[in-house]
């Protein structure tokens, strides 16, 4: 699978579905739990973006974002995970502002929030706390922040924590999350993200547990790559999250942690199909979470360099196979229904 490709899995199923199991689709009450502020400007923003960028800096790093718009453009085949971070550097370049991150918020809220009917009635967007040449870290959540509030209750934030950050930095933003959240803010939770083979966990776990004492909630990317042993995903646990994004190669001890606990599951068919995580949806960890019941909740991760939607993810649960899981509609809906029993409001 091409990434960037208009014909991505996602896009194939919707297509096999009929026009009313589209618009069973369409018209199912969904939450968005797990999406990424910068993996979600819609292409057009992001090349708006970057015609300001490139007119207000004609040489710094002109040539590494005209370089990365052109494959977010075009697409490219991922050989592994760890070259999807690649792609952040040149949408980095063009958020760089208040100004930029303001009109790239608003553009990834809309594009969850608004049309008739909207991808989803409510999203929990989480970002990482950013600090550039042009603001500071808190600047650039509070830009968020004021944007993602004028949604008015149909959005939360959760602040992102990325493994690669430096144990002062998690303290620092983790203490940002608490002050936001007392300060009244709209935000809910907070995220572990990031390249998963960085980090040492054993430092992370106590910093991200402590959350729970602000009256946040906690969601960790967690068993992403089979690389992740179970020490990692152990002490991860050891953080008592809320949810976990992924949860792709839980070792035996560790799922049964998850199912016992009940942690709802945020599932990205798509992502991990391009990232090749998961080398078939047949293959998708998500059937074995479904045969035990275990709450799950559908998500579309990135949708800049994925090009699906919440619509699509959904039609890889509803399309006959091997396009998608062939799940019956009553299957469908209570798996939309519990998603929005997991969110963090
Ligand atoms: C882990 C991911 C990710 O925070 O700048 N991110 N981390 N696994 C994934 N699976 C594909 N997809 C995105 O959004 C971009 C950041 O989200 C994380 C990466 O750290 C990326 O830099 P924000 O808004």
């Given at each position: 699978a091409v990434l960037g490709a208009e014909d991505g899995p996602g896009g194939l199923a919707w297509r096999a579905l009929s026009n009313s199991q589209q618009d069973f689709i369409k018209c199912l009450p969904k939450a968005e739990v797990h999406a990424h502020l910068n993996g979600c400007i819609p292409l057009k923003c992001l090349q708006d973006l970057a015609k300001d960028y490139l007119a207000n800096?004609?040489?710094?790093?002109a040539d590494e974002v005209q370089r990365g718009l052109a494959v977010l453009e075009t697409g490219v085949v991922l050989t592994?995970?760890?070259?999807?971070?690649?792609?952040?550097p040149a949408i980095y370049a063009v958020t760089s502002t208040p100004t930029a991150v303001k009109k790239a918020a608003h553009a990834v809220l809309s594009s969850f929030l608004?049309?008739?009917?909207?991808?989803?009635?409510?999203i929990e967007l989480r970002t990482t706390p950013r600090k550039t040449p042009h603001m500071t870290a808190r600047e650039y959540f509070t830009t968020v922040l004021d944007v993602l509030e004028t949604f008015q209750g149909r959005a939360a934030l959760i602040l992102s924590i990325d493994r690669r950050m430096s144990i002062e930095d998690v303290k620092t933003y983790v203490q940002m999350a608490k002050d936001f959240k007392q300060a009244g803010r709209a935000i809910v939770g907070v995220d572990l993200c990031g390249d998963?083979?960085?980090?040492d966990m054993k430092e992370f776990a106590p910093i991200l547990s402590s959350v729970h004492d602000a009256g946040l909630k906690l969601t960790l990317h967690i068993?992403?790559?089979?690389?992740?042993d179970e020490e990692d995903t152990l002490m991860l646990l050891s953080a008592r999250p809320d949810r976990l994004g992924h949860?792709?190669?839980?070792t035996p001890a560790a799922q049964a942690i998850v199912l016992r606990n009940q942690i709802p599951v945020e599932i990205c068919l798509t992502s991990n199909l391009l990232c090749k995580t998961v080398s078939t949806l047949q293959d998708h960890h998500v059937t074995n979470f479904l045969s035990h019941k275990h709450p799950v909740v559908i998500c579309t991760?990135?949708?800049?360099?994925?090009?699906?939607s919440l619509f699509e993810e959904y039609a890889l649960l509803l399309a006959a196979p091997p396009l998608g899981l062939g799940l019956s509609g009553a299957e469908v809906e209570r798996i939309a229904h519990v998603g929005m029993q997991a969110t963090f409001r």
């Amino acid at each position: 699978a091409v990434l960037g490709a208009e014909d991505g899995p996602g896009g194939l199923a919707w297509r096999a579905l009929s026009n009313s199991q589209q618009d069973f689709i369409k018209c199912l009450p969904k939450a968005e739990v797990h999406a990424h502020l910068n993996g979600c400007i819609p292409l057009k923003c992001l090349q708006d973006l970057a015609k300001d960028y490139l007119a207000n800096n004609p040489t710094t790093a002109a040539d590494e974002v005209q370089r990365g718009l052109a494959v977010l453009e075009t697409g490219v085949v991922l050989t592994e995970i760890s070259d999807f971070f690649g792609l952040f550097p040149a949408i980095y370049a063009v958020t760089s502002t208040p100004t930029a991150v303001k009109k790239a918020a608003h553009a990834v809220l809309s594009s969850f929030l608004s049309g008739s009917p909207a991808q989803c009635q409510y999203i929990e967007l989480r970002t990482t706390p950013r600090k550039t040449p042009h603001m500071t870290a808190r600047e650039y959540f509070t830009t968020v922040l004021d944007v993602l509030e004028t949604f008015q209750g149909r959005a939360a934030l959760i602040l992102s924590i990325d493994r690669r950050m430096s144990i002062e930095d998690v303290k620092t933003y983790v203490q940002m999350a608490k002050d936001f959240k007392q300060a009244g803010r709209a935000i809910v939770g907070v995220d572990l993200c990031g390249d998963p083979l960085t980090g040492d966990m054993k430092e992370f776990a106590p910093i991200l547990s402590s959350v729970h004492d602000a009256g946040l909630k906690l969601t960790l990317h967690i068993a992403e790559t089979p690389q992740n042993d179970e020490e990692d995903t152990l002490m991860l646990l050891s953080a008592r999250p809320d949810r976990l994004g992924h949860a792709t190669f839980l070792t035996p001890a560790a799922q049964a942690i998850v199912l016992r606990n009940q942690i709802p599951v945020e599932i990205c068919l798509t992502s991990n199909l391009l990232c090749k995580t998961v080398s078939t949806l047949q293959d998708h960890h998500v059937t074995n979470f479904l045969s035990h019941k275990h709450p799950v909740v559908i998500c579309t991760d990135d949708t800049l360099p994925f090009r699906n939607s919440l619509f699509e993810e959904y039609a890889l649960l509803l399309a006959a196979p091997p396009l998608g899981l062939g799940l019956s509609g009553a299957e469908v809906e209570r798996i939309a229904h519990v998603g929005m029993q997991a969110t963090f409001r």
